[in-house]
């Protein structure tokens, strides 16, 4: 069973992997939608040609979820704790760079913030119970 081996130190990799796994599909749904949420001012999200741009590359975030609930299935929290770190190290950083530059600071630090719990939580190894 998927939540046989459930502990709450579990909850963060398995926000991250739901939110990855449907967060990216959405774009596919509602462009515009999903570029405002991300934190894309209106000139950007209502732009046509960002739309598909924003599809092709949310794909992979997609992936990568499927991949962290693939593994939680299969109780590897070593390699959740990896993605953790280096996707929230990563990708938070990046994400909130392109954010603060395109003039909405406030979202910007919150993606910081939050990539910056979920990396500290897989550096410390934290899903696996270290």
């Known amino acids: 069973m998927f939540f046989s081996h459930f502990h709450p ?28 949420e991300f934190g894309y001012p209106d000139r950007i999200a209502d732009s046509p040609e960002a739309a598909p ?13 499927v991949l962290m609930l693939l593994f939680y299935s299969r109780a590897q929290y070593d390699t959740l704790d990896t993605f953790l770190a280096v996707t929230g190290a990563y990708a938070g950083l990046v994400d909130s760079y392109v954010v603060w530059r395109q003039g909405r600071p406030g979202q910007a630090v919150f993606r910081l913030l939050s990539s910056g ?10 899903t696996a119970g270290r």
């Open 9 to 36: 130190r579990h909850i963060p990799a398995l926000l991250a992997g739901t939110t990855m796994t449907f967060g990216g599909m959405w774009p596919m749904l509602d462009a515009p939608g999903a570029m405002r």
């Open 117 to 126: 719990f979920l990396s500290l939580w897989g550096v410390l190894g934290w």
């Open 53 to 65: 741009v924003m599809v092709v590359g949310n794909v992979r975030t997609t992936i990568i979820g």
